[in-house]
């Protein structure tokens, strides 16, 4: 039997009929359209799906959407600035040559978010056990790290500005 949610989605309110075995992965992706959630292992292992769920980073790929009933959900789509912009978190990935073939980036990103969100800094080694959810193929992982590390800073000079 479906069930109709609601939910906030990238400052957007949306309600939707859904199969309540329904991954927020799949209802993102499918009915909504945001690709910038990756399908990659769908058991939790590798961090493609991640997205923020009031704030927070978790797996989409196991979480299913009724427990994000009347919460809000943040992906890299809702990252842009209203003109289009990019964040300054995904120009800290271009900045340091952080994105290769991009397929991790997406929930590495949203991680990063919940990172600079903190408005604290972090040891190197600190960041590479935050990060650790997320497997990347292609980038060896330092340049991400560096991209993160670069966000964190730009935040926290943009606290103390004021
Ligand atoms: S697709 Fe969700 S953790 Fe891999
Ligand atoms: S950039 Fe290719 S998997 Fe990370």
């Known amino acids: 039997m479906l069930e109709i949610i609601s939910m906030r989605v990238n400052g957007k309110d949306v309600e939707l009929a859904i199969d309540p075995r329904e991954s927020l992965l799949d209802t993102l992706r499918r009915r909504l359209g945001l690709t910038s959630v990756k399908k990659g292992c769908e058991v939790g292992e590798c961090g493609a799906c991640t997205v923020l ?3 927070e980073a978790i797996d989409s790929c196991i979480y299913l959407t009724v427990w994000a009933k009347g919460k809000s959900i943040l992906t890299v789509e809702g990252l842009k600035s209203p003109t289009g912009e990019l964040s300054p978190i995904q120009q800290a990935f271009i900045d340091e040559a952080a994105v290769q073939c991009g397929f991790c980036i997406p929930g590495i990103i949203m991680s990063a978010v919940e990172i600079v969100g903190a408005g604290r800094r972090y040891e190197r080694d600190e960041l590479r056990k ?3 959810g997320h497997l990347c193929r292609c980038t060896g992982y330092e340049k ?3 991209a993160v590390e670069k ?3 730009a935040k926290l000079a943009s606290q103390r500005a004021g």
């Open 53 to 55: 769920v009031e704030g």
């Open 130 to 132: 935050l990060l650790s």
């Open 144 to 146: 991400i790290i560096d």
């Open 151 to 153: 966000a964190v800073e």
